[in-house]
């Protein structure tokens, strides 16, 4: 299934990222002059009002300048101990700031997808005939698009508590299947040969300010600002491909 | 692996969840095995009462929309419960059970919640007295001392959940705990002072600043009702 400017799209990732990694391990017994990697927000692919009428300007706003921004702030001061306690071989701080460094990491991760994942809804990239290919290996595997909808709004409106409802593509060797999980809090996809195709925030944050607690309307008005455009390129290459956001953000 | 499994199981029980249940119910009228159900208590002052705390709006929709709707699914998985240890269904019942642990947890814990707040009129924020402000010296030093500890573990939640001050029953001590989501605070700790720190609780008053709600809610936490809790 993968084309072939999937894999080269990756390899010059790559070779980008390489320069910055070679760098850190020229040095390897200098360790106080090296520097963390720091994390910034990413910019939104669009205004914070594109999504309206489905999500207004307010959560937009809100969601990405606060609440993406204190993930990454956290995840960058936690980075940054997490160094410290190796460079004091502190096992014991590098285990207890694992829990923390998850949670905001997951954070950084699942917003900066979820933000990509969205488009304004007049936009063709909108649209399910956006995800021509993605959309044929839905409907083998549940029937048809409406019934597919059906699933993943189940799964998300199941969720007890915060958490995310995510399309992932599971690579198993030469095989490849769709399947829709749930994850909770910011734990992120990360499983083995798991791609985040799109995710659907479900803390409450995400849709308060205008559906209060009818989060049934959120999930029903979340299809119209899906961006299918992106779902594609994501189904179609690999999980580098899919995670290239980030690098970007460093 | 783990996690792997628990997801599958979260889709399915939810899958079941969105199922018709209709042809249960109508199973089920006439039988016996039909118990007392859970309702929505009044709440002990109005929805403006903790402002400007806990503004009027979010009390309002916390009580009569987020609370009751823990009630009526309580009640819903409660009588699905029934029906499966009628026919003893034994997949069944474990698999309604942590949704009775989520809805059944949530109508405790806002029982417990609205009872230990309290309009600054009726002695909300009056600091403890007797033995359960004893206890809180005892462990904590001071109730400001007590009360940092609490908001550093509110501060500390990820996701939805609680905090509560609980009583040890093994040791009679007092202590700082907090709970994921719905869960509630039973076996061998009493609940004896909780804070909501679900994102509904604040955000329409207080959007991210989570940590201006968790300074302004002591000014409406009612001590009197929180020291007949502790034995």
Redesign the interface.
């Given at each position: 299934m993968r084309g072939s400017s999937g894999v080269a799209a990756t390899f010059w990732s790559f070779l980008s990222i390489s320069s910055s990694v070679l760098a850190l391990e020229q040095q390897p017994f200098q360790f106080e002059a090296m520097s963390v990697p720091t994390y910034t927000l990413p910019p939104l692919p669009y205004a914070y009002d594109a999504l309206e009428p489905h999500i207004s300007a307010q959560i937009m706003e809100?969601h990405h300048g606060?609440?993406h921004q204190?993930y990454i702030t956290n995840l960058n001061a936690a980075l940054k101990s997490q160094a410290e306690a190796v460079h004091a071989a502190d096992i014991t701080t590098q285990v207890a700031l694992q829990?923390g460094i998850k949670?905001n990491a997951g954070g950084h991760i699942n917003h900066s997808l979820f933000w990509q994942n969205l488009a304004p809804a007049s936009s063709v990239d909108a649209k399910s005939s956006a995800a021509p290919k993605l959309l044929k290996q839905i409907q083998a595997t549940w029937g048809d698009e409406a019934k597919f909808k059906e699933?993943f709004n189940?799964?998300?409106?199941?969720?007890?508590?915060?958490?995310w409802g995510w399309l992932i593509k599971v690579e198993t060797g030469k095989e490849q299947r769709l399947a829709?999980?749930?994850?909770?809090?910011?734990?992120p996809v990360v499983?083995k040969g798991e791609v985040p195709i799109f995710g659907v925030d479900m803390?409450?944050?995400a849709y308060?300010?205008q559906y209060?607690?009818g989060k049934a309307a959120y999930v029903q008005n979340i299809w119209n600002v899906i961006n299918w455009k992106t779902a594609e390129e994501r189904f179609l290459g690999t999980r580098a491909d899919a995670f290239k956001v980030l690098k970007a953000s460093i | 692996m783990n996690s792997t499994l628990l997801r599958t199981t979260a889709v399915r029980s939810a899958l079941r969840a969105a199922a018709p249940k209709a042809s249960t119910r109508a199973g089920l009228a006439g039988t016996t095995f039909v118990r007392g159900k859970a309702t929505l208590p009044d709440l002990p002052y109005d929805y403006g009462a903790l402002e400007p705390s806990i503004s009027g709006k979010i009390m309002e929709l916390h009580h009569k929309n987020h609370h009751n709707t823990y009630v009526t699914s309580y009640n819903n998985f409660t009588e699905q419960m029934a029906e499966a240890e009628h026919k003893s269904d034994i997949a069944a019942k474990i698999a309604l059970q942590p949704l009775i642990n989520f809805h059944g947890g949530g109508h405790l814990n806002h029982s417990l919640f609205w009872e230990n707040l309290a309009p600054t009129s009726q002695g909300g924020g009056e600091p403890p007295s007797g033995p359960l402000a004893q206890a809180i010296n005892d462990g904590y030093g001071s109730l400001d001392a007590m009360k940092e500890k609490f908001n550093t573990a509110l501060a500390g939640i990820q996701g939805s959940g609680w905090a509560w001050l609980v009583q040890d029953t093994q040791t009679g001590n007092v202590m700082i705990q907090t709970y994921a989501n719905q869960d509630p605070v039973v076996g061998r700790f009493r609940p004896i002072l909780g804070i909501d720190a679900w994102e509904h609780a604040y955000y329409l008053q207080y959007q991210n600043r989570k940590a201006e709600y968790f300074k302004a809610i002591w000014d409406v936490i009612n001590w009197k009702a929180a020291g007949k809790r502790f034995k």
């Open positions: 809100l606060k609440h204190t829990q949670f699933a189940a799964a998300l409106l199941g969720i007890q508590g915060s958490g829709i999980v749930t994850t909770k809090d910011q734990d499983g803390w409450e944050h308060y300010l209060l607690n | -």
